[in-house]
């Protein structure tokens, strides 16, 4: 069974910083594009982030380049997002997303989703 | 950027009718390698994660109810439900996951029950 818990999350002042992780099981990892998805307060989903499997080519959003890195270590099967100079406007729930199946056509199809974790940006 | 666009923003239906939602995109996402249309539907219930419904514009993802389809082509898309039940109360997103990011979602649906 596909399983993935988003940690990290919590209060964070105005230009701090804050590291997300999603623990994968249950797949390999390595193989899969994952991705992050945030829904802030009252608003729609937004894509935010990409890692495609393998090499690990990275995407991003105009609103976090410069600002947020992904990464992935496949020996942990764990997911990352490196949050830095942090703005109220990123205050959202941020999701942890696998891609339904492996291939490069399709590494933003997300077919499995974490439980979300909290971020909120805030003095 | 791709923008998607849904319509209408929100919709009341009865139990038992058909409940019909609109994505359209700004420029095709029918990719001619694989004549595919790269979009997907989204169902997202208060406290819980999204969940995929259709993607290729028309294929019901496994252990979906078939009152649930999808269909159009190029930049027009559709999400029909076909006998809404009281479970099928959610927002509803398109999204396109065409070659290159950004990868972006419509703005969202609600639907509820008249």
């Known amino acids: 069974e596909v399983q993935l818990l988003e940690s990290g999350g919590g209060l964070v002042q105005p230009g701090g910083s804050l590291r997300l992780s999603c623990a994968a099981s249950g797949f390999p990892f390595i193989s899969y594009a994952m991705t992050w998805v945030r829904q802030a307060p009252g608003k729609g989903l937004e894509w935010v982030s990409s890692?495609?499997?393998?090499?690990?080519?990275?995407y991003y959003a105009d609103s976090v380049k410069g600002r947020f890195t992904i990464s992935r270590d496949n020996s942990k099967s764990t997911l990352y997002l490196q949050m830095s100079s942090l703005r109220a406007e990123d205050s959202a729930l941020y999701y942890c997303a696998r891609q339904l199946s492996v291939g490069t056509t399709t590494r933003a199809l997300l077919g499995y989703w974490g439980q979300g974790n909290l971020v909120t940006v805030s003095s | 950027d791709i923008v998607m666009t849904q319509s209408p923003d929100s919709l009341a239906v009865s139990l038992g009718e058909r409940a019909t939602i609109n994505c359209k995109s700004s420029q095709t996402i029918l990719y001619s390698s694989n004549s595919k249309n790269h979009l997907a539907w989204y169902q997202h219930k208060p406290g819980q994660p999204p969940k995929l419904l259709i993607y290729w514009a028309s294929t019901r993802e496994s252990g979906v109810p078939d009152r649930f389809s999808g269909s159009g082509s190029g930049t027009d898309f559709t999400l029909t439900i076909s006998s809404l039940q009281a479970e099928d109360v959610a927002v509803y997103y398109c999204q396109q996951y065409y070659t290159t990011p950004p990868w972006t979602f419509g703005q969202g649906t609600k639907v509820e029950i008249k």
């Open positions: 890692v495609s499997g393998g090499v690990g080519t990275t």
